[in-house]
């Protein structure tokens, strides 16, 4: 059991609505449409550079273990099974907030990365190459 | 045809090593892994604020338009074509950037998104819903 439960709280056009009642990460879960695979994709940010850092995907378990962690878990859809960020490299996310978009089916984690989010050894995944479309600006 | 080609940019760990030739679309169609679907997940994110905006759906006719045109252009799997962002709203986005990451199958565009980027009339789609992880801060 974690020290103190998840809170919930909703945004939005409305203005901020307060905390929500503890041990409502059900009420998250209800919030979430999982794809045919009963995965979403989860994008990681880091909370105060803004800097995005990397995309991974979660299933309804990885979503319940990082409320009730508070550290990223995800679901490899490569190997089958969940894994909690940093487990293998110390590289691990303390997450501060777990936000979801209007339909449902993304979430933005706000992290507080240690070290390099990237298995490359990158800061972020997206360090890797960019192109700038015609008329953009570097 | 667009007025001024594409340019692409390998950063990374080895640094900036400029620009390499124009007209380079399929250099970065090439770098992308599109799911059986033949799609990639795109994360819009506002150039300067840093705001995550909204995630969407990019195939292969829609990265090459988007990066011809400086327009942020997607996929919608519902109702199974491309949309040029803000065709109906007049809410387009600029596109200041493309980025790959590592694995080649997300993209993040740094954009200049005029008005709402959520259909909602929110800024973000993600200013929705939020939780707070056991021991997160608000």
Not at 9 to 33: C, I, K, N, Q
Not at 53 to 74: I, K, N, Q, S
Not at 107 to 124: E, K
Request: charged content about 25%; some cysteine.
């Amino acid at each position: 059991m974690p020290a103190t439960a998840p809170r919930v709280e909703l945004l939005g056009t409305l203005g901020r609505m307060g905390f929500m009642a503890p041990d409502s990460v059900d009420d998250v879960l209800a919030r979430l449409a999982f794809n045919e695979e009963g995965l979403v994709p989860a994008i990681a940010q880091q909370w105060d550079t803004h800097e995005v850092l990397m995309m991974a995907w979660m299933d309804e378990a990885a979503v319940r273990e990082t409320l009730e962690t508070g550290r990223g878990v995800y679901y490899s859809r490569s190997r089958g099974e969940r894994w909690a960020k940093g487990d293998t490299s110390g590289h691990v996310q303390h997450v501060h907030e777990l936000r979801v978009d209007c339909d449902g089916d993304t979430v933005l984690l706000l992290v507080d990365q240690v070290g390099a989010a990237c298995h490359t050894g990158d800061r972020s995944c997206f360090d890797a190459f960019r192109a700038l479309p015609a008329g953009g600006q570097a």
